[in-house]
């Protein structure tokens, strides 16, 4: 099945110590967004790639980055995890822009900074 | 800057009664709304999604209903099971132009046996 996959499900950092979560698309959709859900939060978007263009939203945290190497890979790279950063991490992808034919979220990271 | 928001923000209800979850957004220019299912610890499925020209879509016993001009989405859920315990969001696409998809906190759902 088409479908978004994310690795791993459950990530544990250290302090400050880089982490990378990743995420893969059998899709083939031009569009993919990281999100972020903390405890009770609504989830929040941090930056979505068109093809190769990246954009980020204005209140992201420098911390977080984001690389997407080919149409169906998309990276978050933490430079240095916080533990307000704790959180859960969303991948999703939508074929066309403005999400017109909807979005497909993966599973999700959970991210534990100690 | 769109807002959405989501009551109740928790329900609980006897299994087999038949239920209403509400949305409400600020910004009427949406290109589509889609209402998600979140199990404990885990990431968002699909249920429905509603293009902006539609007025509700359906998929078994789930109903959405969409009022772009009233700024409103209620989720209908027909004969309620256990297994639909969960947290349901609200999230509307596409606001001006833009790809952001803003979300509603929630309403967390439990059905009683």
Same mark, same amino acid.
């Given at each position: 099945d088409a479908m978004v996959i994310q690795n791993p499900r459950y990530q544990v950092t250290q302090f400050g110590k880089p982490v990378t979560l990743s995420c893969s698309q059998t899709l083939n959709h031009n569009v993919m967004y990281w999100y972020q859900q903390k405890s009770s939060q609504a989830p929040k978007l941090l930056f979505h790639y068109y093809d190769k263009d990246f954009n980020n939203e204005a209140d992201t945290p420098d911390n977080f980055q984001s690389r997407r190497p080919n149409t169906s890979f998309c990276f978050l790279d933490i430079r240095s995890p916080g533990l307000g950063d704790a959180a859960m991490y969303l991948c999703a992808t939508s074929s066309r822009v403005g999400g017109v034919g909807g979005y497909t979220f993966g599973s999700g990271t959970r991210l534990t900074v100690v | 800057k769109q807002e959405v928001t989501q009551i109740p923000a928790a329900l609980s209800v006897p299994e087999g009664e038949n239920l209403v979850l509400n949305c409400s957004f600020t910004d009427s220019a949406i290109y589509n709304l889609q209402w998600f299912r979140q199990d404990p610890g885990k990431g968002?499925?699909?249920l429905l999604l509603i293009q902006s020209s539609q007025r509700e879509q359906t998929s078994g016993r789930l109903n959405a209903s969409l009022d772009k001009s009233s700024g409103r989405s209620t989720l209908y859920i027909a004969a309620s099971q256990?297994?639909?315990s969960a947290t349901?969001?609200?999230?509307v696409g596409g606001e001006g132009g833009s790809e952001?998809? %803003?979300?509603?906190?929630g309403t967390?759902?439990? %059905?009683?046996p």
């Open positions: - | 968002l499925t699909s256990p297994g639909d349901y969001l609200c999230a952001k998809l %803003v979300f509603g906190k967390k759902l439990t %059905v009683n």
